[in-house]
Nanobody, 127 residues
């Protein structure tokens, strides 16, 4: 059983920063890529960022480019999301997702592309 656990969420003011962490446990060998999604109440789950373990390539949603940075520690199978200049519209439950086969950029935003999901961590940004 592969388990993803997100931590680091909280309540912050607009303009502040948070760093989310996602720990991968269980049968982790062969993990190909990781991603962050978010979902606000009443809205669909939205792609935020992804990272490929091989080479460390990253991809971001336009809404977070320049503000969020995804990174990973391959040895520890930990993925992070550094969120700077947070805005109220960033308020959502943030989910970590993993994939154990190849994926292309065009597939990233498709929820079905990701086989394993964490339980989510709440990020609330006040005005």
């Amino acid at each position: 059983q592969v388990v993803l656990v997100e931590t680091g969420g909280g309540l912050v003011q607009a303009g502040a920063s948070l760093r989310l962490s996602c720990a991968v446990s269980g049968r982790t060998f062969g993990n190909y890529a990781m991603a962050w999604f978010r979902q606000a109440p009443g809205k669909e789950r939205e792609f935020v960022a992804a990272i490929w373990w091989s080479g460390g390539s990253t991809y971001y949603a336009d809404s977070v480019k320049g503000r969020f940075t995804i990174s990973g520690d391959n040895a520890k199978l930990m993925v992070y999301l550094q969120m700077d200049s947070l805005k109220p519209e960033d308020t959502a439950v943030y989910y970590c997702a993993g994939r154990w086969s190849r994926i292309t950029t065009i597939q990233l935003a498709d929820l079905s592309s990701w086989g394993i999901w964490g339980q989510g961590t709440q990020v609330t940004v006040s005005s």
